[in-house]
């Protein structure tokens, strides 16, 4: 199996089974937010597949509604992030002059700011102040897109840059310059598809890098918030039972390390793919 069929059946896997994550918990009998506080950590059993945690929230359950936050926040700010890094990068090398140095001036300073404690601080700060509403788990998810988006866009800018500019420079599109092609039709039939490959790639590592961004975030307490659950704030919970109930731990990390390894994995086969 090629590493992007198996990136795609990890990360296809992991998304069919966070939307079908009602189903499962209607199917089993079980609710994700239902505490048990005499059943907490309960070792696997028919009615806790994977036990349950300090609350006595059933493992699984919390898992699969986990998925479709952690997978939904990767995937679209991946998406965002991608978006404006390729309307940025074929803008700066379409136009060039000051537009083109601007731009790149701009991805070069936020590149050089310590990525870490910048989406800490901005993920502390009150919904309000970036014209969020407040509370809520799709409040926070769109905090965090939101985030994760504007400060996530600038690698795909200079590769989209540098790819557009190589193919502008081309002995076809300068003949169809001088043949009177529209620059919209230009961009449109000779830039853009040049650019498919290395986007799909850089689109293919922002989703793994995203869902990273929001578990950690999660697990410092400034990402998705409680009750909701994901994948970062479920290891923010269990971190003082690592020995005492070690799979609490041991599940929602599993799952943050197959869902990487599979953009990982796609992003490296689209690599060899597309590659010269």
């Given amino acids: 199996m090629t590493r992007l069929r198996l990136g795609l059946l990890l990360l296809g896997a992991l ?3 966070a939307l079908l994550s009602p189903w499962i918990t209607a199917a089993l009998g079980i609710d ?3 505490q048990d506080l005499l059943a907490r950590h309960a070792a696997p059993s028919p009615e806790h597949p994977l036990g349950t945690d300090d609350l006595g929230r059933d493992v699984l359950a919390r898992l699969l509604s986990g998925a479709r936050v952690s ?3 990767g995937v679209a700010a ?3 992030s991608t978006g404006i890094g390729l309307l940025a990068g074929v803008m700066a090398a379409w136009r060039g002059g000051w537009l083109d140095a601007a731009i790149m001036r701009l991805a070069d300073g936020l590149l050089a700011l310590p990525a870490l404690p910048i989406l800490v601080l901005l993920a502390a700060m009150d919904p309000g102040a970036l014209g969020l509403p407040r509370g809520g788990a799709g409040t926070d998810i769109a ?3 939101v985030i994760l988006a504007l400060f996530g866009w600038m690698g795909v800018a200079r590769l ?3 790819a557009a500019l190589t193919t502008l420079s081309r002995d076809h599109v300068r003949a169809a310059r001088a043949l009177g092609v529209t620059e919209g039709r230009l961009l ?3 830039v853009v598809p040049s650019l498919t490959a290395p986007v799909a790639v850089a689109a293919s590592l922002a989703v793994g890098g995203a869902i990273l961004a929001e578990s950690t975030l999660s697990f410092l307490g400034l990402g998705i918030q409680p009750p909701a659950a994901s994948w970062g704030n479920m290891l923010a919970n269990a971190q003082d039972l690592v020995l005492s109930a070690p799979g609490a731990a041991v599940w929602p990390g599993l799952c943050i390390a197959l869902a990487v390894a599979g953009a990982m994995l796609v992003a490296d086969g689209v690599r060899t793919r597309t590659g010269p």
């Fill in 188 to 190: 449109w039939r000779h």
């Fill in 32 to 34: 994700p937010e239902a």
């Fill in 71 to 73: 997978l939904a926040v």
């Fill in 143 to 145: 905090r965090i897109v």
């Fill in 78 to 80: 991946a998406l965002a």
């Fill in 160 to 162: 989209s840059r540098a």
């Fill in 15 to 17: 998304a069919l089974a």
